[in-house]
């Protein structure tokens, strides 16, 4: 059995996800709840091999050791550029109020092209900075699915005025998947509701706005 569970956690409703496949799991943004993936990897008898960071703002890591703490053999991989940004809560007081903590050292740094199996789904990774220097998109081809982080919203793009963010990088980035993937392609954003680029092609002004489309 494969497929992917999407979990809005924390104050910021972070959508945290969890891909899984042959007994296996992925987890990527572990923004909060930790426990309560914990209990869905559990219930499912999934064994935990990696948590990925769609990129490194400390809303989508708050319970990345949580939940290694829970599963100490899974590692964490983030892209390099954004190291700089994993002891960094952007505001003082935004990682008491998210709960979080320091995430645990990186295992794994990604880079563009970069494969990683869970049971029989390959997910890809694709640089794109913009929101952040090391930002990246997860595809999951198998299942058209794209895993976004602040890239794409729902009825809007990320922001580019936090610590690394280009306005020119994220116009690219966002050109670059609406060129390389259909509009039938599902899409995880960062927080709220998912998507499909068909509709965020058709209904989001600010694509429109921002030249990408």
């Given at each position: 059995m494969e497929g992917f569970q999407v979990f809005s956690v924390g104050p910021l409703r972070v959508n945290s996800t969890v891909?899984?496949?042959?007994?296996?799991?992925?987890?990527?943004?572990?923004?909060?709840?930790?426990?309560?993936?914990?209990?869905?990897?559990?219930d499912r008898g999934l064994d935990l091999k990696g948590i990925f960071l769609t990129h490194g703002h400390v809303d989508h890591f708050a319970h990345a050791a949580r939940l290694k703490r829970l599963f100490p053999d899974a590692f964490l991989a983030v892209h390099s550029a954004d190291r700089f940004l994993l002891e960094n809560e952007l505001w003082p007081g935004f990682a008491a109020y998210l709960d979080a903590e320091v995430p645990p050292p990186v295992d794994l740094f990604l880079k563009e092209g970069d494969r990683f199996a869970v049971g029989s789904l390959t997910v890809e990774v694709l640089e794109t900075p913009g929101h952040s220097p090391g930002s990246v998109v997860y595809s999951v081809p198998d299942l058209d699915l794209l895993i976004a982080g602040d890239l794409l919203f729902r009825g809007g793009v990320g922001r580019w005025d936090l610590p690394g963010g280009n306005l020119e990088?994220?116009?690219?980035?966002?050109?670059?998947?609406?060129?390389?993937?259909?509009?039938?392609?599902?899409?995880?954003?960062?927080?709220?509701?998912?998507?499909?680029?068909?509709?965020?092609?058709?209904?989001?002004?600010?694509?429109?706005?921002?030249g990408i489309i």
């Open positions: 891909l899984h496949s042959g007994g296996e799991a992925f987890v990527f943004d572990p923004g909060g709840e930790a426990e309560r993936i914990a209990s869905f990897l559990r990088e994220l116009r690219r980035s966002l050109r670059r998947i609406f060129e390389e993937f259909d509009d039938r392609t599902r899409v995880v954003t960062g927080h709220y509701e998912t998507t499909t680029l068909g509709r965020e092609r058709r209904f989001n002004p600010h694509l429109r706005e921002l």
